[in-house]
């Protein structure tokens, strides 16, 4: 299957979660702002999850928040590392597919803040 992208051959990716990322890297390229309200979806699942996790162990949410930021850019990181191996234009598309989920501009960030504050 090729991308859009300088037909990078994306056949190469391992079974598994290779494919799911595969179909979400093409899925954010085709359809930014569908892509946009999937990563709003992911991240309320994300969130409901850790608010649970808080919940058993009588967390503050806060607490979980800061948790979950650090958790993904240590995701972000292992994420790089983990697909490095397949070639140096692959990484590259990585960070620039991470760079459009999260930083792609100041408002979206905000967006993303307020989001979140208003979930608090």
């Not at 490095?84 to 979206?108: D, E, G, K, N, P």
Request: proline share 1%; net charge positive.
């Amino acid at each position: 299957m090729k991308s859009i992208l300088n037909g990078c051959d994306f056949s190469t990716f391992r079974e598994g979660a290779g494919r799911s990322f595969k179909f979400v890297f093409q899925f954010q390229v085709l359809f930014p702002h569908i892509g946009c309200c999937a990563t709003f979806q992911f991240f309320n699942f994300v969130m409901k999850f850790f608010k649970l996790f808080a919940e058993s162990i009588h967390m503050s949410r806060v607490v979980v928040l800061s948790m979950l930021i650090v958790l993904r850019h240590r995701i972000r990181i292992v994420w790089v590392a983990h697909y490095r191996r397949i070639s140096h234009w692959w990484c590259i598309a990585h960070l620039w597919w991470i760079t459009q989920m999260w930083y792609i501009t100041h408002l979206r960030h905000i967006a993303y803040l307020l989001w979140i504050a208003h979930w608090l």
